[in-house]
């Protein structure tokens, strides 16, 4: 019977899954707290920036766990404790580096229940590059699109309230687009859906990451571009 316990017989130790992704971890942990103590901007800049590296530097976990087959019961339950705690730090100040960004979201949170989810639904399937596909493009496609955005948006428009920039959503797109066709690239090679399949997942995250509001786009991008991946390769038969 397959289960979510089926990776346990990894061809990697479990004590070297756990020190690499603890090791990783404590990389990214490590430049947020440089960052915080070396920027001189004011607190909510500075805060941003602390949360877009602990944003973008803690999703590349799911491409950890996808290279060294970490059983999927570990990916779940760490999603359980850190979607705990950060639901906690939002009453008290737990991470507060993290959730004062200037604004009610709950998208910290939404980003531990992702990966839970996704984890939990394509390590069963054996298909664990959706579940890394998804997350990446929220890690880094969201991530760098904010970034780009602050940075060099010149072209502002608002959604439901918030503001966006032209240059951060095509940023967005473009990282997504590159997530995609190397994801899918490294796994059915160099064919049509391949590229297709990545610029519909692309152009949809997009989509999805300009239409969410309070954090929900944490949520909404990757287990959209997931599923979306999912769906369109089994369309396509591939």
Sequence with gaps: MISIFTSLDSNYPLWLQITT???WL?????????????????????????????????????????????????????????STVTL???????????????????????????????VGCFWYLKQPYYAALGILIMSWGDGLAALIGQRFGKHKYTIFGGQKSWEGSLAMTLVSY??????????????????????????AATGLEIFSFLGVDNL????????????????LGK
Aim: without cysteine.
């Design 21 to 23: 992704v603890a090791v």
């Design 26 to 82: 404590g990389l990214v942990i490590s430049a947020a707290w440089i960052a915080n103590h070396s920027i001189n901007h004011d607190s909510v800049k500075k805060s941003e920036i602390v949360r877009k590296i602990v944003h973008i530097g803690t999703g590349n976990v799911i491409l950890l766990a996808w290279l060294l087959d970490i059983p999927a019961i570990l990916g779940i339950v760490a999603s359980i404790l850190a």
């Design 88 to 118: 906690l730090s939002y009453r008290f100040p737990i991470l507060p580096g993290i959730n004062s960004v200037g604004r009610k979201s709950l998208g910290t949170f939404f980003y531990s229940v992702s990966i839970g989810i996704l």
């Design 178 to 203: 590159v997530i995609s066709s190397s994801i899918l690239f490294s796994v059915q090679g160099n064919i049509w859906q391949t590229w297709v399949v990545s610029m519909v997942i692309a152009i």
């Design 220 to 235: 909404t991008v990757p287990l959209g571009s997931a599923a979306l991946a999912f769906m369109l390769n089994q369309v």
